[in-house]
């Protein structure tokens, strides 16, 4: 447990042990509600109210309510649908890649195979499908401006709205279109829900997803002994998923959380309305939880016993995605460039929220 000042200059709380993020993840008295928040705490950027009524700061009933609207359209089935579609991306995507030498895997594979994956899964059409990452990095980058978050902010906002009114018009077999028709008894998503719906699951879904592909396609053009395993095991490729997700942790913190009362965590008592951050990289790397927790290793007992995707009733609603997306990615590009190397250093976004390679140089014949 540590004190830290927060990006925005406030005083703050991490927490860091294993132990710790998981109670405090699954504990209803750490409120994700910002009314909860001390005057002068910690503040993140600000949305306007279409986009701020998202899970990501409710508690329940409301989260409870809006949850289980978005479960019934978001269900595994749904994803698991998703998977012809994804494998033929992921070989469209090599074959463009496979009469080149040198190839960056992130720019080129794992970036527009996630986009094409959320649009897919959203519904966006074709020509109206760009660079995610532009918006994101624009609000969530290290240089960020206010002036920048504002404008992207709109931009997303106009998207959305147009997009939601498409497929009110035309509904087809996309997320969007079963988030419109989701009802329980009388009850359905309001226009503002939707927005900020549509909004979360683009925001929450499709950087992570990126960062985990390539994180996971690191692994395996770094590692030999990896690939070797893998050649021979395919079936193990979603153990490696696990094993990446845990190991660099794409999502390094839990969204900011406010206790509701004073409260005693890892020894220490938080008083009520203090900003608190759960550190998940520090937490899936705890030595006292996880044996050499530094290695990317295929035979953990329990792989997918981490907490990269959250825990408790915020749990990732967007797991089962990320997951398929991951394991596609790396069979495809295992199978397509079995000899597949780095040849120059990565680099890394500079950023304290996502932990992302912003390259990955690849030679595919190795
Ligand atoms: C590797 C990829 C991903 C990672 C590491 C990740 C991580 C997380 C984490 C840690 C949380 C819980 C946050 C907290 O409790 O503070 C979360 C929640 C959420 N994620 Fe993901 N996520 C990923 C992919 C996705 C995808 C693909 C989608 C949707 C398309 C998605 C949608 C959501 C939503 C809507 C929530 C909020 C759930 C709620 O509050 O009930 N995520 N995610």
């Given at each position: 447990?540590?004190?830290?000042?927060?990006?925005?200059?406030?005083?703050?709380?991490?927490?860091?042990?294993?132990?710790?993020?998981?109670?405090?993840?699954?504990?209803?008295?750490?409120?994700?509600?910002?009314?909860?928040?001390?005057?002068?705490?910690?503040?993140?950027?600000?949305?306007?109210?279409a986009?701020?009524?998202?899970?990501?700061?409710?508690?329940?009933?409301?989260?409870?309510?809006?949850?289980?609207?978005?479960?019934?359209?978001?269900?595994?089935?749904?994803?698991?649908?998703?998977?012809?579609?994804?494998?033929?991306?992921?070989?469209?995507?090599?074959?463009?890649?496979?009469?080149?030498?040198?190839?960056?895997?992130?720019?080129?594979?794992?970036?527009?195979?996630?986009?094409?994956?959320?649009?897919?899964?959203?519904?966006?059409?074709?020509?109206?499908?760009?660079?995610?990452?532009?918006w994101?990095?624009?609000?969530?980058?290290?240089?960020?401006?206010r002036?920048?978050?504002?404008?992207?902010?709109?931009?997303?906002?106009?998207?959305?709205?147009?997009?939601?009114?498409?497929?009110?018009?035309?509904?087809?077999?996309?997320?969007?279109?079963?988030?419109?028709?989701?009802?329980?008894?009388?009850?359905?998503?309001?226009?503002?829900?939707?927005?900020?719906?549509?909004?979360?699951?683009?925001?929450?879904?499709?950087?992570?997803?990126?960062?985990?592909?390539?994180?996971?396609?690191?692994?395996?053009?770094?590692?030999?002994?990896?690939?070797?395993?893998?050649?021979?095991?395919?079936?193990?490729?979603?153990?490696?998923?696990?094993?990446?997700?845990?190991?660099?942790?794409?999502?390094?913190?839990?969204?900011?959380?406010?206790?509701?009362?004073?409260?005693?965590?890892?020894?220490?008592?938080?008083?009520?309305?203090?900003?608190?951050?759960l550190?998940i990289?520090?937490?899936?790397?705890?030595?006292?939880?996880?044996?050499r927790?530094?290695?990317?290793?295929?035979?953990?007992?329990?792989?997918?016993?981490?907490?990269?995707?959250?825990?408790g009733i915020?749990?990732?609603?967007?797991?089962?995605?990320?997951?398929?997306?991951?394991?596609?990615?790396?069979?495809?590009?295992?199978?397509?460039?079995?000899?597949?190397?780095?040849?120059?250093?990565?680099?890394?976004?500079?950023?304290?929220?996502?932990?992302?390679?912003?390259?990955?140089?690849?030679?595919?014949?190795?």
């Amino acid at each position: 447990m540590h004190t830290i000042v927060a990006p925005d200059g406030s005083p703050a709380w991490l927490v860091t042990r294993h132990a710790d993020v998981q109670a405090a993840l699954g504990d209803p008295r750490f409120s994700l509600n910002k009314v909860h928040a001390k005057p002068g705490g910690y503040k993140g950027f600000e949305l306007p109210p279409a986009l701020d009524a998202n899970l990501l700061n409710m508690d329940p009933p409301d989260h409870t309510r809006l949850r289980r609207l978005a479960g019934q359209a978001f269900t595994v089935r749904h994803t698991a649908g998703l998977r012809p579609e994804l494998e033929r991306a992921a070989e469209a995507l090599a074959d463009e890649l496979a009469a080149r030498e040198r190839v960056d895997l992130v720019r080129e594979f794992a970036t527009p195979f996630a986009v094409g994956a959320i649009s897919e899964l959203l519904g966006v059409p074709p020509e109206s499908r760009t660079d995610f990452r532009v918006w994101t990095n624009a609000v969530l980058g290290a240089d960020a401006t206010r002036e920048g978050i504002r404008a992207t902010v709109r931009e997303m906002y106009t998207f959305f709205v147009g997009l939601l009114a498409a497929k009110r018009a035309a509904p087809g077999p996309d997320l969007l279109s079963a988030l419109i028709a989701a009802r329980d008894a009388d009850d359905r998503l309001s226009e503002d829900e939707l927005t900020s719906l549509s909004f979360l699951l683009l925001f929450a879904g499709y950087e992570n997803s990126a960062n985990l592909i390539a994180g996971a396609l690191h692994a395996v053009v770094d590692d030999g002994g990896l690939r070797e395993a893998l050649l021979e095991d395919p079936a193990a490729v979603p153990v490696l998923v696990e094993e990446v997700a845990r190991h660099m942790s794409p999502a390094l913190l839990a969204i900011r959380r406010f206790p509701l009362e004073d409260l005693e965590l890892g020894g220490v008592t938080i008083p009520a309305g203090d900003t608190v951050f759960l550190s998940i990289a520090a937490a899936n790397r705890d030595p006292r939880r996880y044996d050499r927790p530094d290695r990317v290793q295929l035979d953990r007992p329990d792989p997918a016993r981490h907490l990269s995707f959250g825990q408790g009733i915020h749990y990732c609603i967007g797991a089962p995605l990320a997951r398929l997306e991951a394991e596609i990615a790396v069979r495809t590009v295992l199978t397509r460039f079995p000899k597949a190397r780095r040849h120059a250093p990565v680099s890394w976004q500079p950023s304290v929220r996502v932990r992302g390679l912003s390259s990955l140089p690849v030679e595919l014949a190795g």
